[in-house]
């Protein structure tokens, strides 16, 4: 018995977009500077091997910076951690600031010339937390997404 396929696609990029576009998110945004450079910031959950292993490393990284105190219950139990003090340090001493460390991360090499072209380093976040909301809008506008603002009727026990 030959097993069926549900969608082929001719590139990697396709299937991902397809995949984006059904989950309701943006794949990426591509910035085109004045001098014709592209680059490209995709969607956290479409990050590409390399990068992803930046982010990791960069994410480990962050759990040994310095915090401000923890909020403690009465029992003495972590009710919510504490926020990086900013600016970023370790052991208090001055660490580069997160969002450059993520755009590296994301650009890689091509960081310095994502700078030089007038990029900074909070567009990404800018441009993931904008995916962020856009995808928190869209799931809260669709009535079938389980996120979505629901009501729900009670049903007599005769339906």
């Not at 794949?27 to 490209?40: L, N």
């Not at 994410?59 to 909020?71: G, I, T, Y």
């Not at 755009?103 to 380093?121: M, T, V």
């Amino acid at each position: 018995m030959q097993e069926q396929v549900s969608h082929s696609h001719d590139s990697f990029e396709a299937a991902r977009a397809q995949a984006a576009e059904y989950m309701g998110f943006t794949a990426s945004e591509r910035i085109i500077t004045p001098k014709g450079e592209v680059f490209e910031i995709p969607n956290p959950s479409l990050l590409d091997d390399e990068q992803l292993a930046r982010y990791d490393a960069l994410q480990l990284e962050v759990e040994s910076w310095d915090r401000e105190d923890d909020e403690i219950d009465e029992n003495g139990k972590v009710i919510r951690r504490g926020e990086l003090k900013e600016p970023n340090r370790k052991n208090g001493v001055l660490v580069e600031n997160y969002h450059i460390q993520l755009a590296r991360a994301i650009f890689g090499d091509r960081y310095e010339a994502f700078k030089a072209a007038g990029g900074r380093a909070v567009d990404v976040t800018l441009i993931w937390q904008k995916m962020g909301r856009e995808l928190a809008e869209r799931r809260k506008a669709d009535p079938k997404s389980d996120r979505g603002d629901q009501i729900v009727e009670a049903v007599s026990d005769t339906d």
